[in-house]
T-cell receptor, first 117, second 114 residues
Framework: NAGVIQTPRHKVTGKGQEATLWCEPI?????VFWYRQTIVQGLEFLTY????????DSGMPKERFSAQMPNQSHSTLKIQSTQPQDSAVYLC???????????????FGPGTRLTVL | GDSVTQTEGQVALSEEDFLTIHCNYS??????LFWYVQYPGEGPQLLFR?????EKGSSRGFEATYDKGTTSFHLRKASVQESDSAVYYC?????????????FGAGTKLTIKP
């Protein structure tokens, strides 16, 4: 089991360029979560999908950020017109299906470190 | 909205010292509480969780007890080792409303001197 795979591990973009981050969840997991980690703000929830359907995007900045899950084997986070304040580690997590009130553990990938110059 | 407060930003101890990291939470429902540990270059990994009042979670000598009355979930370990050096996050997920997102505290960087 390779765990959650995130690519690239590091990405450097110029201000105004687009950045696309990829996440491959653990096989058999039906939920994908995106979080952002910075020194100032800490770990923040961005958005998540279950069974490829968007469930909650309350943490996503309203402009320039979008996420998709076109199939059960990958999800993407796209940032248009990147700004220096977008520099962060973007973490993806996945979890198994869950039923009722039973909690399904989230397994995190190593993250993608985005640096916007 | 939900929130988690960790009092200590950094803790420095010697091996075999007793560890306490304080965590208090605020949630509108009845959340599941977690402690996560993060090592450099890795994502957070679950240390343990607790879902009900008075439930104790534990792993690798670390433990915490869910206290609904004081809205706390303090992390303790009787004798720390150098290998425990990492960043520890208290967190919650309030699935009372069917939402699985996790809200994290600010984290506590633990450094153990040999």
């Amino acid at each position: 089991n390779a765990g959650v795979i995130q690519t690239p591990r590091h990405k450097v973009t110029g201000k105004g360029q687009e950045a696309t981050l990829w996440c491959e969840p653990i096989s058999g997991h039906s939920a994908v979560f995106w979080y952002r980690q910075t020194i100032v703000q800490g770990l923040e929830f961005l958005t998540y999908f279950r069974n490829q359907a968007p469930i909650d995007d309350s943490g996503m900045p309203k402009e320039r950020f979008s996420a998709q899950m076109p199939n059960q084997s990958h999800s993407t986070l796209k940032i248009q017109s990147t700004q220096p304040q977008d520099s962060a580690v973007y973490l993806c997590a996945s979890s198994l299906p869950h039923w009722g009130g039973d909690y399904a553990e989230q397994f995190f990938g190593p993250g993608t470190r985005l640096t916007v110059l | 909205g939900d929130s988690v407060t960790q009092t200590e930003g950094q803790v420095a101890l010697s091996e075999e010292d007793f560890l306490t990291i304080h965590c208090n939470y605020s949630a509108s429902g009845y959340p599941t509480l977690f402690w996560y540990v993060q090592y450099p270059g890795e994502g957070p990994q679950l240390l343990f969780r607790a879902s009900r009042d008075k439930e104790k979670g534990s792993s690798r000598g670390f433990e915490a007890t869910y206290d609904k009355g004081t809205t706390s979930f303090h992390l303790r370990k009787a004798s720390v080792q150098e290998s425990d050096s990492a960043v520890y996050y208290c967190a919650l997920s309030d699935q009372s409303y069917g939402n699985e997102k996790i809200t994290f505290g600010a984290g506590t960087k633990l450094t153990i001197k040999p």
